[in-house]
């Protein structure tokens, strides 16, 4: 790497060139362009004439015995005995004390092994990655084993709910795994909602002669009369605040009372997941209606709604009926009732970062004109990357083994996982922990390396008059998002509209991984931004 750079810096003049700069593992090596593509479109024309021109310096400083394959991992690490380096380094280490691999092979960079070891002791554990197993015929987890057709019949795909093994730990060991069904949005076994918060659909009905509707509130009993606020009739999401009763905290950041103050007058009610609004909005504008809530709840079937104008009916779901479970075979449908052995899954075992950051990928870096923009970008991106990462899986083996998956995106998810036994929804014995943020209690649902939690961008509708001129959409935002409510309160004060306070202040539940000493009290706040840069970059 350091030939690459020396190369590079010989040459200056030449519009078109690269840069060369260390990555997690000792193996990698990460190339960009010298300078940044434009927003012209003869820049199109850019990408890919600098992609070859890196592999062909890189070609330049390899020996005779080398190549620099471009592949998303090396399908044989953790599985050779040693590392799989050459010479071989010992399995383990202070870093990453890990069963498979060697700390030989994270770059030397004081960064990347601190990050390993960090996680490591912040989670109490060695992280635990399990993939499922892809199922042969002669694939020995599975011979003598009974059924062959997923979790819930050969027309449905079994779902890998990364990032929720503790339970299938607990109950079968490192080597398996409870894999989810395609038909269903419910965790089977691995189902660990049961003290989640839980959003749920709420219809504004402010049963009052005259009202029409309720004003967002910044905070419990403080009104924001410049916001547009809900009608009657329309939908909300949100969750009750346990510690504040009356109070529902929405997924755009604002909060609304249940009811009034003394309790007689009612603000809200609460409806299935499947309710849906006709108070004038347009068939497009009835967002996100059928949408289960999140991936690890239980659809709730407690009411439905059928919305008039300004007046609400709320009228009880039928009740479901199922057949016998050999007729439901027979129709192509899911059983209600499901076994244990159908839903559990040999897998692949890995304990330790490398086997995550040691993937690669294309990584693009966009600049925007301004934050409005970058909070557009953001959200369209939340929506095409995983068509992207789809089209382009190709991670189908790992640690030497043929995986029932080709994405590499849980693997990094997982490892990098540094929650508490608590923050993850277990029993902790060593909670709380004095030193970590919200003492290692807070109930967090995801890795810091995982999908986003809510949208930010402040839709602005194009019809002229309309009172949704700039309105924070609330519909789409229906999964639980935990906050540091301090920092949120600070960045209202400050000015900051709720989406992007509540966006930075969920950010602030981590904890940082790495500090550089001389870079504590030392960095200025006011004129730099490396201390957040030191949550934002591990938000990943």
Not at 111 to 117: E, S, Y
Not at 373 to 379: G, H, K, N, P, V
Request: hydrophobic letters at 30%.
């Amino acid at each position: 790497m350091d030939e690459l750079n020396r190369k590079e810096s010989e040459h200056p003049q030449m519009v078109e060139g690269c840069n060369w700069v260390p990555e997690y593992g000792a193996w990698m090596v990460e190339a960009t362009p010298n300078r940044p593509y434009t927003g012209f479109t003869t820049d199109l024309l850019r990408v890919e004439r600098n992609m070859r021109l890196r592999r062909r310096r890189i070609l330049t400083v390899l020996k005779e015995n080398e190549i620099a394959p471009t592949v998303s991992a090396f399908p044989l690490i953790g599985a050779q005995g040693d590392d799989g380096s050459f010479p071989p380094v010992p399995v383990g280490g202070k870093s990453s004390m890990s069963d498979y691999i060697g700390d030989g092979i994270i770059n030397p960079h004081p960064r990347f092994g601190t990050l390993t070891a960090n996680i490591r002791q912040r989670r109490g554990s060695k992280v635990n990655i399990k993939v499922p197993l892809f199922r042969d015929v002669n694939t020995p987890e599975f011979i003598g084993l009974e059924g062959g057709h997923g979790c819930c019949g050969s027309d449905a795909q079994q779902v890998w709910r990364y990032g929720k093994g503790d339970a299938a730990e607990e109950k079968y060991g490192k080597d398996f795994l409870i894999v989810g069904c395609s038909k269903s949005p419910k965790d089977e076994e691995v189902d660990e909602s049961g003290n989640m918060v839980t959003m749920q659909k709420w219809i504004v009905d402010v049963q009052c002669e005259g009202c029409k509707g309720l004003f967002y509130r910044s905070a419990p009993n403080k009104i924001v009369p410049d916001a547009d606020w809900p009608r009657n009739g329309e939908t909300v999401i949100g969750h009750e605040i346990p510690n504040v009763p009356g109070w529902i905290r929405l997924q755009n950041g604002y909060y609304l009372p249940m009811h009034s103050d003394d309790g007689k007058i009612s603000f809200l009610t609460k409806v299935t997941t499947r309710a849906q609004h006709s108070n004038g909005d347009t068939a497009s504008e009835r967002l996100g209606s059928s949408t289960p809530l999140f991936r690890g709840a239980q659809q709730q079937s407690l009411t439905t709604s059928a919305i008039n104008g300004d007046s609400v009916t709320v009228v009880a779901p039928p009740t479901p009926t199922y057949e016998k479970e050999e007729k439901s075979e027979q129709l192509g449908l899911v059983s209600p009732v499901k076994k244990s052995a159908d839903t559990v899954r040999a897998a692949v075992h890995m304990d330790a970062m490398a086997f995550g950051m040691g993937c690669c990928c294309l990584q693009i870096t966009f600049q925007a004109t301004d934050v409005d923009e970058s909070r557009f970008i953001y959200d369209q991106l939340a929506v095409m990357a995983p068509i992207m990462m789809a089209l382009t899986a190709s991670t189908p083996v790992i640690k030497g083994r043929l995986l029932d998956t080709d994405c590499r995106w849980g693997i990094i998810s997982e490892s990098v996982d540094c929650r508490t036994p608590a923050e993850r929804g277990r029993d902790d014995p060593n909670a709380p922990y004095d030193a970590l943020n919200a003492n290692g209690e807070r109930r967090i649902y995801k890795s810091r390396y995982d999908s986003i939690s809510t949208y930010i961008y402040q839709g602005r509708s194009r019809e002229s008059g309309s009172r949704k001129s700039n309105r924070v959409l609330n519909t789409y935002n229906d999964i639980p998002i935990p906050i540091d409510e301090e920092k949120y309160d600070e960045l209202r004060k400050a000015g900051i509209d709720p989406a992007l306070a509540q966006h930075v202040a969920h950010l602030f539940i981590r904890d940082p991984l790495v500090v550089f000493e001389g870079a504590v009290e030392e960095v200025d706040d006011e004129t730099q931004t490396e201390h957040f840069e030191s949550i934002q970059s591990t938000n990943w």
